[in-house]
């Protein structure tokens, strides 16, 4: 990044301001639950009795794990006689790694290798995704939230209700650098957690909260649990504003850079993160033929000679300079978590906005040239047909909705959808202001 004096960013997909506007919510509700009886709905507003620091939280409240989204945890390297292409740091202190995320860069040097840290490389033999060698990458506080330094709004409501970090409330801090299925350790950790806070907690069934990129994960977890162990152990599945058919704006950041933070970050930064982690790959709009998927017939880049829909990704990488990154990203497309779509078989309730301008499809008045080192301009941006959230489109929250109905009525579970207007994304979660009315209703649920 020639120029670069002194760049330092805190990107949150989930962070991006916003007012909160209420709406009149659409419901679908399915296989006939009640939720909402009276005796459990909590006001946010309604004084709260305070909890001493060794006092015990209030033995009624549900444990809850909450997943964050794309960006959100602080990530941390170990170095281990790494290689270097430009001469960076190849090897760190025992117990001190270095910090990776939130980028702190000062220098051009340092931008270079806080790229090589980042980068998720792909061997076809192993047919995974991994570090460069001598790399570890770390989650800081996993079941707490120093390593969620945007997510005091989150917890801080929850306390004053009586949760208390590490018995009642955890935070999932996780590697968001590529799909699930790369990270077993982020399972492992969950399994252990949940099954702790449920002991802890006289066998209360534990509800997960995920925002934005983050029920990608949990539904990867849930898919590698048996079904006694979810029975046993999950209260609820809260998504809030998933993206599980992915969105437009990520094929977008691939090309020409997107700025979710409104001018705050640079579009070539916003590129090669997008490139050099596996993440925008995972949040490619998905190929199907259901009207929660981006069909054959349908580009969303378009160009003077050629126009790109879901089926060309492979192409438009090529074209754009990056065919070396084509086998991570059909690796990580072939992800079966969102690929074959199971459900999670656990009682699962979705939030998600709409009626706001979303990018859908690009607009590029010149054709793509092959260079890595400089993105095609930024093209004309329309938005989403179906509207959204302001980044991710209806169909890609509601994919579940249309996929899951039939076989979580089958196993007896349920799942509830609920849609705010002009919601923006993940704020339901983030936004706890008066009339916040998701964040009320997920409550009601949960409690
Ligand atoms: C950049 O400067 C800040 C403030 O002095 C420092 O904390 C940080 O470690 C520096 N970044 C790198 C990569 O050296
Ligand atoms: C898993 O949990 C341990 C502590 O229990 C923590 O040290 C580690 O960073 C966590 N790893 C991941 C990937 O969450
Ligand atoms: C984004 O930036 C523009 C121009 O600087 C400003 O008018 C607008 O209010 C900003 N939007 C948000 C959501 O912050
Ligand atoms: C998708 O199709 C189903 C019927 O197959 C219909 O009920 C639903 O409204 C459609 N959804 C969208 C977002 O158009
Ligand atoms: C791209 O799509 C537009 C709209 O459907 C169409 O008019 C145009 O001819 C297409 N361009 C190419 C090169 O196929
Ligand atoms: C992804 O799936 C396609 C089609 O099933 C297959 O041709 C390709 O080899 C797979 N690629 C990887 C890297 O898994
Ligand atoms: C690639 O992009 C850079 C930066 O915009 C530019 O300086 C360079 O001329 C471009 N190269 C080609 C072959 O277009
Ligand atoms: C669509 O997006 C553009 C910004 O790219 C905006 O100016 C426009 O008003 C939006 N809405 C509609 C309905 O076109």
């Known amino acids: 990044m020639p120029g670069a004096a002194v760049v330092v960013v805190v990107v949150s997909v989930a962070a991006v301001a916003a007012v909160m506007v209420q709406g009149h919510p659409m419901l679908h509700y399915y296989s006939g639950l009640k939720h909402h009886e009276d005796d459990h709905v909590v006001s946010v507003e309604e004084p709260v009795a ?72 792909y061997d076809p033999i192993s047919n995974q995704l991994h570090n460069r060698k001598g790399e570890k990458v770390l989650v800081e506080d996993w079941g707490g939230f120093e390593g969620l330094p945007l ?81 046993k152990y999950i209260h609820w599945f809260i998504a809030e504003s998933p993206v599980w058919s992915g969105c437009p704006a990520s094929l977008l950041s691939l090309v020409s850079g997107y700025d979710v933070s409104n001018g705050t970050l640079s579009l070539m930064f916003s590129r090669q993160v997008a490139m050099e982690t596996a993440s925008s ?88 040239v092959h260079n890595i080192t400089g993105a095609p301009p930024y093209p004309r941006v329309f938005n989403a047909t179906d509207t959204g959230d302001g980044i991710v489109p209806v169909r890609s929250s509601m994919r579940a909705w249309h996929a899951w109905q039939d076989d979580m009525k089958q196993a007896k579970k349920t799942l509830m959808y609920k849609g705010y207007n002009k919601q923006q994304h993940a704020l339901c979660i983030l936004s706890t202001g008066s009339g916040a009315s998701c964040w009320h209703e997920v409550f009601q649920c949960v409690w």
């Not at 790694?97 to 980028?103: E, H, K, S």
């Not at 999932?172 to 077993?184: E, K, L």
């Not at 009207?291 to 754009?320: C, H, V």
């Open 50 to 121: 305070q909890t001493t620091e060794e006092g015990p939280a209030s033995n009624n409240l549900p444990p809850i794990v909450f997943v964050p989204g794309l960006t959100s945890a602080a990530l941390d390297v170990e170095l281990n006689n790494a290689p270097s292409l430009f001469g960076c740091p190849h090897t760190t202190e025992p117990g001190e790694p270095l910090r990776m995320w939130p980028a702190q860069i000062n220098s051009t040097k340092d931008y270079f290798c806080f790229l090589e840290n980042l980068k998720m490389w």
């Open 151 to 231: 997510f005091r709004k989150v917890y801080t409501p929850l306390v004053k209700k009586g949760y208390v970090i590490g018995k009642n409330l955890f935070g999932a801090p996780f590697d968001w650098r590529g799909p699930a299925r790369t990270f077993p350790d982020f399972f492992a950790n969950m399994t252990k957690t949940i099954e702790s806070a449920y002991a802890q907690n006289n066998n209360r069934k534990v509800a997960i909260i995920a925002a934005s990129y983050g029920p990608q994960f949990v539904l990867a977890f849930l898919h590698r649990q048996s079904q006694a162990w979810k029975d």
């Open 281 to 368: 790959f995972w949040l490619l709009p998905r190929a199907g033929t259901t009207n929660t998927t981006w069909g054959k017939d349908e580009p969303i880049a378009f160009t003077p000679s050629r126009n790109y829909t879901s089926s060309d990704y492979k192409q438009l990488m090529t074209d754009i300079g990056f065919g070396f990154r084509t086998p991570a990203m059909e690796y990580t497309v072939n992800d079966t978590d969102l690929k074959d779509f199971e459900h999670p078989g656990v009682n699962t309730y979705v939030t998600y906005g709409y009626n706001l301008d979303t990018p859908g499809t690009f607009v590029w008045d010149e054709d793509f």
